[in-house]
């Protein structure tokens, strides 16, 4: 069926496309022919045989006697009325596209997604199953009472019979679609005549033989119409056992009759078959219920007015009873009625199991997909749905269940109703049914009709449903199939994510209590290492990972869709909540700017940028733009292939070294400029190497079984109090060097004016002191190891490291401050993760450095020159990082706009001596104009 896949809403493939998918899902010849059955035959007549059941033959006259005609008739008009509504709302939705196999289940799903349609999909072919069963139990019921009253064993009677009319309800559901259809034209011609005949007879004054249903008793009675209509009117609720045995109420009266409205959907289930689901569905199930309406209505009242009260309450046998000329008349229309509300149920369940299986939402259901070559009839889903019912027939007695399938129709029924109200109050631009006759107060009025009828009627089976459903839509939500159906569910996303992002804009700024990174992570090559150290630092913040390729868009539009597809998938399969960026630019740094500036939505925006570092080993430092496009051609192909193999064999994942696509080291400069003068946080990775993959196939970093994560800090930076408050403004001097050589690190450590805050407000901790405690922390809070269980594995350690300037500053001082600031930050700390270090303890470390100091007057760090800075810090850091995961550190300050390669060559060289043979580091620079850390309550 070439239609099977077509989504209800939209139409976002081509015809191609559609048809491939089909074939794939339906697993069956793209020959395959549909029946092609018309509205009276495909669903009027199957839906009225359903609606026009058992409960009037063996129910209703019962019902007219404790409720009264106007109680009764009040019952039929609520339960009409919810049919109708929902009726309305299924044909808005069945008019709006193509309708392919699955009934209710397959609407459900294109509009409210596989999660909701699955759910009520599973628990309708559960009713439906268990449905062929009561049916057949009450075909059993009746013959084993009319021509088998005496027998010793009842039960294993009832069982015999239920088991042969269910072989003789398979064989005709084996034949077909088309023979069902004829078949079920008899059994409306014989059981419309059998209710013709008991109507006319309560017309026609007569006496007849009744009988207590519950004693057995033998009277005499007499039809007479008109004559009991006033003493019928009124209500008058007795005991009986029907009711437990306590005295009857309109809820127990409700509750019996409301299944006589739940054969709506037999038209809908079988949409597959149908020559023209949109016409049929809507015209031949109104039809149907408008028929029902008019018999029920009139049986209400005939029986009302044709018999005493004793004789309704005590006789359900009344309507057989009553029949002029014989009983079997009415016997033959019950069961006719059982039957083909069996066959009714069989056929309906089966094409929504086949549905389900074809959408592959479960992998134990994959074999009730197939379909017959004419037909597409789900022979293989049928003899399921009869193994189940025989099962049901053998245990005999399942009453308890019947109350949870009648809350199964109702929730199904329930969200048909409220997928027709969202895509009609949300104005969803392809919502454009042919049929004109609904309306979103009218949709919502039918679901929750609906939901209050199924409360109701059982609170306790709804919410044993509600559960069922729960728990299926849990399920689905973790094991489903990403589908392409369009459904309301993305509406709903897109609906409300919208209105928060503008929410967020008119707000401002984030507080500060909320602030957390949202990173924009430059990438150019599989760098999983360093995507997983960003994944565990942004805590609930933005990922976004992004790639420039440098060329001309004509030529590299294509190679930038098929990055973003293969990013996307690597990103799915590694565990990481991110989202993906790709595009084409002939300068690299001018697209940079642009996703520096432009990443993010509204109020969620980019605080933090993450590049790798520019390893100059190998490359040529001032490229050609014709060999950067040359190199990256190679590169891409390269990387594409990387990302589909990341994730297949082992637990290592592999990474190469990720230099950005910038024709020269000066350019690489520029873009960390760029990003601080756009007031951007930014982190320079290195030495994060390959990832690892966890127990869940989470990324981690080669790192993360180690305990420690090291905050260092160097150089001075003040604490003053104000008026009993401490007021903290550790920060980063941002000068830029005249010369052309790289600015010393100590520019990286002075601080800015301390700023004295009004104790009256909140205190919040800036600059680039805060700013390295707060990421130290967030880091900190992953777990040690690759995998696991999260409540087996520690927390990584928090270590603070100050390495002082001279030997004249006070450690003592310094440890104290460093502990003030984790104690107003609220991070818990020991004692022995503060460590400060004096100058003069690094001459044994670092030869160079003990002769320096040896002409100087005293060690001073400030002092030296930037290449023996860096090699000095990088021995101290090293020698304290034997069981260290993670490294944070101040960034040097980059070289300003316009300085010359030589600078920008020296300024990275220094980097690489600083990070030498460490591990993961992340040099860290704030740009942000905002506090990160606040005392706020």
């Known amino acids: 069926m070439s239609d099977s896949k077509t989504p209800l809403l939209g139409n976002g493939s081509s015809s191609a496309a559609v048809a491939a998918d089909d074939s794939i899902n339906v697993g069956i010849a793209s020959a395959n022919s549909k029946n092609a059955l018309g509205t009276i035959n495909g669903c009027y007549v199957p839906c009225l045989l359903n609606i026009m059941g058992i409960v009037l033959f063996l129910r209703l006259s019962w019902a007219v006697g404790q409720a009264g005609i106007l109680l009764s008739l009040a019952i039929l008009c609520i339960a009409t009325l919810q049919a109708v509504i929902t009726v309305l709302s299924l044909s808005a939705l069945v008019t709006n596209g193509v309708m392919s196999t699955g009934g209710s289940y397959f609407m459900i799903s294109r509009c409210l997604g596989p999660e909701f349609g699955g759910a009520i999909g599973l628990l309708f072919y559960c009713a439906y199953a268990m449905g062929v069963a009561f049916y057949t139990i009450g075909f059993a019921t009746t013959v084993q009472t009319t021509f088998f009253p005496d027998t ?28 069902f259809a004829k078949f079920n034209v008899g059994f409306f011609a014989i059981q419309f005549g059998a209710i013709a005949v008991g109507m006319v007879s309560f017309w026609v004054p007569h006496y007849f033989d009744s009988y207590d249903t519950v004693t057995g008793d033998k009277f005499r009675a007499r039809a007479d119409f008109p004559k009991h209509l006033d003493n019928n009117t009124m209500s008058h609720f007795t005991k009986s056992d029907s009711c437990d045995g306590q005295v009857c109420q309109f809820h127990d009266i409700f509750a019996i009759l409301f299944p006589m409205v739940t054969g709506i959907m037999e038209g809908a289930n079988l949409s597959g078959d149908l020559a023209n689901p949109a016409k049929s569905i809507p015209v031949g199930t109104l039809w149907a219920l408008v028929t029902a309406f008019v018999i029920y209505t009139a049986l209400i009242v005939t029986m009302g007015g044709s018999f005493t009260r004793y004789n309704l309450k005590t006789d359900q046998n009344l309507f057989q009873n009553a029949t002029l000329g014989s009983s079997y008349i009415v016997v033959t229309g019950i069961i006719i009625s059982s039957i083909s509300s069996a066959l009714g149920s069989l056929f309906g369940g089966s094409r929504v199991l086949q549905a389900m299986a074809r959408d592959d939402l479960m992998p134990i259901l994959s074999p009730f997909k197939f379909g017959t070559a004419h037909g597409d ?150 760098d999983t290492g360093m995507l997983a150290f960003c994944n565990s630092l942004k ?50 740094r001018a697209a940079y700017r642009v996703l520096i500036s432009a990443s993010g939505l509204g109020g969620l925006s980019i605080n933090t940028v993450v590049l790798p570092f520019f390893e100059i080993a ?115 001097n941002m000068h830029a060097s005249d010369s052309d050589g790289p600015v010393p690190l100590q520019s990286m450590s002075d601080v800015r004016s301390s700023v004295v805050m009004d104790p009256s407000n909140p205190m919040c901790l800036e600059g680039i002191v805060s700013l390295l405690v707060q990421f130290g922390y967030l880091f900190s809070r992953s777990r040690l190891g690759p995998g696991g269980l999260r409540h087996n594995r520690k927390l990584h350690r928090l270590r603070f490291i100050h390495v002082l300037d001279t030997d004249s500053n006070d450690m003592e001082a310094s440890a ?43 060690p001073c760090i400030s002092a030296m020159p930037a290449g023996l800075q860096a090699q000095t810090l990088n021995a101290v850091v090293k020698l304290n990082s034997s069981n260290t995961c993670q490294v944070f550190l101040p960034l040097i300050e980059p070289p300003p706009e316009g300085a010359p390669l030589t600078q920008c060559e020296a300024y990275v060289q220094t980097l690489a001596e600083l990070t030498k043979e460490l591990p993961p580091c992340a040099l860290v620079a704030d740009g942000e104009k905002t506090s990160v850390i606040s005392t706020d309550i």
């Open 152 to 179: 010793d064993e009842p039960l294993w009677m009832i069982r015999g019979i239920g088991s042969a009319g269910l072989l003789f309800v398979l064989g005709i559901s084996l034949t077909g679609a088309e023979f």
């Open 377 to 526: 009839e789900p022979r293989v889903a049928v003899l399921f749905t009869w193994a189940v019912a025989q099962g049901c027939v053998m245990i005999g007695d399942i009453d308890v269940v019947a109350p949870i399938e009648t809350s199964f129709f109702c929730l199904s029924y329930a969200c048909c109703n409220l997928a027709c109200f969202i895509l009609s109050a949300m104005e969803a631009p392809n919502f454009r049914p042919k049929f004109k006759y609904y309306s979103w107060p009218v949709a919502l009025v039918g679901a929750i009709l609906n939901l209050g009828i199924m409360v109701y009627l059982s609170w306790m089976y709804a919410l044993i449903s509600v559960c069922c459903m729960a728990a299926l839509f849990t399920y689905l939500s973790h094991y489903g199939p990403v589908t392409e159906w369009g459904d309301i569910t993305n509406e709903l996303i897109f609906h409300q994510v919208r209105k928060y992002l503008l929410r967020l804009e008119q707000t401002g700024a984030t507080p500060t209590k909320f602030w957390k990174p949202n990173l924009l992570v430059l990438v150019d090559n599989c």
């Open 539 to 588: 805590k609930g913040g933005l990922l976004v990972v992004a790639q420039v390729i440098v060329g001309s868009l004509d030529n590299y539009h294509r190679v930038a869709d098929s990055l973003r597809r293969y990013w996307a998938d690597f990103i799915k399969q590694a565990k990481l909540k991110a989202f993906v960026h790709a595009t084409c630019a002939d300068e690299a």
């Open 618 to 732: 190998g490359l040529t430092t001032d490229r050609t733009q014709a060999e950067l496009e040359r190199s990256n051609r190679l590169q891409y192909t390269d990387l594409e292939q990387k990302l589909q193999r990341q994730f297949a064999d082992d637990d290592d994942v592999g990474m190469d070294s990720c230099n950005l696509p910038v024709v020269s080291v000066k350019e690489y400069c520029g873009i960390i400029t760029d990003a601080l003068l756009m007031s951007k946080n930014v982190i320079v990775g290195r030495n994060f190497s390959s990832g690892e993959r966890g127990k869940k196939g989470r990324l981690y970093t080669h790192t993360s079984a180690k305990a420690n994560v090291d905050v260092w800090i160097w150089g001075d930076w003040e604490f003053r109090p104000a008026q009993g408050r401490a007021g903290w403004a550790p920060s980063v």
């Open 816 to 858: 104290t401050r460093i502990r003030e600031l984790c104690d107003e930050a609220r991070i818990e700390i020991e004692t022995e993760d503060i460590k400060v270090i004096s100058p003069s303890t690094l001459r044994d470390l670092v030869p160079a450095f003990a002769e320096w100091c040896q002409g100087a007057n005293k």
